[in-house]
């Protein structure tokens, strides 16, 4: 089933662009049913990029307060979804700028630590894709685990199709080499899931 059938089915005969538009109106019912929508899967785009989980639940909050203050603004040009990646994406990288500043001149870790009681599995697949180049690695993500399209990804990203598609094919590839590598043994626990997952 489409997308746009999806939605339609799912918000009573409307799709994510006419609800926004309806909330561009004013509609806060409107505005309800996208988040009820995409509160979830952004909320997975944040925690599988921050590895704190109250940090990604207020990240995607964040997002919808964008979402909010924007609507005086907003111009269906693309998708609602690719829309809103591409406000979490912003958040994402505004978030990754302060961790950096923070670990230059407070000489606290740019790296989160996993939550204790993350699998192991998780933990090394979050460790591998964190290896690869952070254009990659969001190309990878963006379309593994999020499911954009090919177009929708070079939307947000700002990058031609072809770019995407390279890009992809090198994610995986070197996806593939790092979890394929020797790894210690606590972090090897179930690697090899983890690998059949993406």
């Known amino acids: 089933m489409a997308d746009g059938e999806r939605d339609r089915d799912e918000g009573g005969g ?3 662009e006419e609800l926004m538009g ?4 004013g509609s806060e019912e ?3 049913e ?4 995409y509160r979830q899967p952004l909320f997975g785009f944040f925690r599988r990029r921050v590895a704190d989980a109250a940090r990604a639940e207020e990240l995607t909050q964040d997002a919808f307060v964008a979402v909010l203050r924007g609507k005086v603004r907003y111009e269906a040009t693309a998708l609602f979804r690719t829309y809103l990646y591409a406000i979490g994406l912003k958040l994402l990288m505004a978030e990754r700028r302060k961790a950096a500043f923070r670990a230059t001149f407070f000489g606290l870790s740019e790296r989160e630590p996993a939550a204790a009681s993350t699998l192991d599995a998780d933990v090394g697949m979050r460790e591998a894709v964190g290896r690869l180049e952070r254009m990659d690695r969001e190309v990878l993500l963006l379309r593994e685990f999020e499911q954009l399209s090919y177009a929708e990804i070079a939307e947000v990203l700002r990058v031609p199709v072809n770019t995407v598609r390279s890009r992809l094919f090198r994610a995986r590839t070197a996806l593939r080499e790092v979890l ?3 790894a210690p043994k606590a972090a090897a626990v179930g690697w090899k899931a ?3 997952r993406v």
């Open 34 to 37: 996208l988040f009820r929508r």
């Open 180 to 182: 394929a590598a020797p």
């Open 30 to 32: 409107a505005f309800a």
């Open 194 to 196: 983890a690998e059949e």
């Open 14 to 16: 409307r799709g994510d």
């Open 22 to 25: 309806a909330f561009c109106r």
